[in-house]
């Protein structure tokens, strides 16, 4: 390990905790910027699933943030001790040891129904209730120690107390550099068959070489998958493929029936799964054939279905799965560089039982290169008083933004990207996420945390067919981005005592539905602030907010009762009057319409350019004869912006034409979207190009 790259990850990480806890005086809340920072990285590499902050400390207890598994059955608890200091100080076990214990102590008296001493309206309270109200569905409990120092902490073994196994992490400065310089990827997982199983796994291999892997195939038992996601859970899916793993639909409900009613026809019924390694130690068993003895960086990119109910029906529902036998593909990759690009590709592949919508939206994406290179290039405009024009940093891939500021080679340099690429200007997937989902009114999705939220984004997005952003949406994305964080900032002002993200999230999307999303967002972009009008109306909003989310029908749990579409349905029922300063700084709906890309291709789900009902463009397309006859000013003037939208990327795809004519082609789409007329010169330039389209398509056909 570097030890000048572990001090500047160090450094950086320390800024970016102290530029976020800058508005707050309380210890805590620096507390909870560091939990929180912590965190996604862990989720970014797949470390967890998800999280949510929930900071709660008395005497003996203490706890800082927890995840529950979809199906309820996982329940990961956090706990931070943070100091504030870099270099990173040493810390003691002795530090290590009683931060676990009072997590524990929190659990212990959750599950015993010991927390009467909660506020009621507290999300501790919520947390503590949660985990009485699942107590008997958990099974796996992992204790998180996360911490700014240093510590040389043992394994700590796992605790069976009653129905639960409860194992112990650690993580500190270190483990998160070794996590950040390795690419965010999960740390790898190394099981010893010899030594955890009793004796290698036999295993065929393929009979040809090739430069980029190597197969095998074998048979595992039930209770070696079991014992294998009973130790690393979520762990050993490919991070992209684990959305849910709950007994839900016929092909799970089929195989928990086959390992019930039939264990002995399992191999038989079942697919099988497909798995992936970086490396494996292979060895001969006399008079037979190859075994493997140690698998390292393991992970089942297929199969996890297959796998989560193999453990749940063991676990769950306490059946013995000795007699079930699973088969098993094994790729090994020869280039650990390959792991991104392939690994990907082998799920959507072999996925053929249930169908992975992320795995085909990740960071290597069109849609997230193309947002990275307008954050590169697009500058936003100076904030009032200051000379300064900045960037908003799109961290594609986390620990983007560390990388290229440490590529700088002078400490001027440095400071210099810095001023120009602001730490509060930088944003990732999971904050545009937030940013979209919060204003086009899905508040609830958004409270089902940042990796949830996110899934479900890309699966909307991806509906509505392809999608190129260009730089008058990043600048409404930005501005969404400025109105989010600015929200956040005001209710954590305003000290509501809780369920902050919340608060924001349901504050934003009320107000997009009351202005029917007509808030000047290109004056937000222009000035890069709020107006005192607009920051007055959220101060007022977030109170009808708290009061709504806070007194759920029936004594609900709050933090649930926000993730409900119900709660979001009765919150529109609330009477809101708009002051009249705001309503004057309101955008018309023509407005709203030319900006609003997705509204514009809800106009036309089929994707189709050329359609029954566009008679001219069919002649245009199968009668070259009749070009003369085209009324091509009426046509184009009819012309529907996504129709334009369709005719402007098949004009990219041709690779034909100059950017001048791409852009003539975008400017008429926006004009349409605005219900503009296009100018005569404009329209027989256009015409010009659907002729030389409608030629280029006639003579690929023959």
Known sequence: ????????????????????????????????????????YMADAGEIDDREICSHQA????????????????????????????????????????????LRTFFDRSVCRDYSTLEESSPAFDLADRIYQSRNELSLIRLFVLTDGVANVDVIEDDLVGPYRISHHVWDMQRLYRLWSSGSRPEPI??????????????????????????????????????????????????????????????????????????????????GISTTAEDIDLIDIPGETLAISCIRDFQIVNGGQTTASIYHTRAKDKRDVSEVYVQVKLTVLKNPDD????????????????????????????????????????????????????????????????????????????????????TGQRFTKTDLAKFENSWDQFPY?????????????????????????????????????????????????LKYGGYKANIVTYTIALLSRHT????????????????????????????????????????????????KEDCWESLLKEKIDLPGVLKAELVDDDTVLARDFRAIVK???????????????????????????????????????????????????????SEEELALLRRMQKMSGRRMNPKKEQILQAGKILQTMAENTRTEEA
Not at 218 to 239: H, N, T
Not at 249 to 258: D, E, L
Not at 529 to 537: I, K, N
Request: aromatic letters at 10%; glycine letters at 6%; proline letters at 5%.
């Open 1 to 40: 390990m570097s030890d000048q790259g572990f001090e500047q990850f160090s450094e950086s990480f320390h800024q970016d905790i102290i530029f976020d806890s800058r508005d707050a005086d309380a210890e805590t809340f620096t507390e909870d910027k560091f939990t929180e920072l912590m965190l996604e």
């Open 59 to 102: 005497r003996g207890i203490k706890v800082n943030g927890y995840a529950f598994s979809s199906d309820n059955e996982n329940l990961d608890l956090f706990v931070s001790h943070y100091q504030g200091e870099s270099p990173p100080a040493k810390v003691a076990k002795k530090d290590i040891l009683t931060q676990l214990r009072r």
């Open 190 to 271: 190394e099981i010893n068959f010899v030594d955890e199983f009793g004796g290698p796994i036999p295993c065929l291999p393929m009979p040809d070489e090739n430069p980029v892997y190597s197969s095998y195939l074998c048979i595992l038992s039930g209770d070696v998958l079991a014992d294998m996601y009973g130790k690393f859970g979520p762990r050993l899916l490919e991070r992209n493929v684990r959305a849910y793993l709950q007994m839900r639909g016929g092909v799970n409900k089929g195989i928990r029936n086959t390992i019930i009613n039939d264990p002995h026809m399992f191999l038989a019924y079942n697919n």
């Open 339 to 422: 792991v991104d690009t392939i690994v990907p590709k082998i799920s959507e592949c072999a996925n053929s039982q249930n169908k992975i919508n992320a795995a085909d939206f990740t960071s290597n994406d069109p849609f997230h290169i193309r947002i990275q290179k307008l954050s590169r290039s697009l500058w936003a405009p100076a904030k009032k008083g200051s000379q300064q024009e900045t960037h908003w940093y799109y961290e594609r891939v986390r620990g983007q933004y560390q990388d290229d500021k440490g590529r700088e080679k002078t400490p001027k340099q440095r400071r210099i990207f810095g001023e120009k690429n602001p």
């Open 445 to 493: 999705i958004v409270s089902l945390g940042a990796e949830k939220n996110y899934r479900e984004f890309i699966d909307r997005y991806k509906k509505h067919g392809e999608f190129y952003p260009d730089a008058d949406y990043f600048g409404l994305l930005i501005a969404k981005a400025i109105l989010f964080r600015r929200t956040d900032k005001i209710v954590q002002s």
């Open 516 to 563: 029917n999303q007509r808030i000047n967002l290109e004056d937000i972009w222009k000035k890069q602030e709020l107006s005192p009008a607009l920051e007055e109306t959220i101060i007022d909003l977030s109170r009808i907010v708290h009061a709504h989310i806070t007194n759920p029908p029936g004594g609900k749990n709050i933090t649930e009762w926000c993730k």
């Open 603 to 657: 106009l036309n789900e089929t994707g189709a350019l050329y359609s029954e009902q566009e008679p001219i463009v069919a002649a245009v397309c199968e009668n070259p004869t009749r070009e003369e006859s085209i009324d091509y000013e009426d046509f184009i003037r009819n012309l529907t912006p996504q129709k334009w939208l369709k005719i402007i990327r098949n004009a990219a795809e041709a690779e034909i034409f």
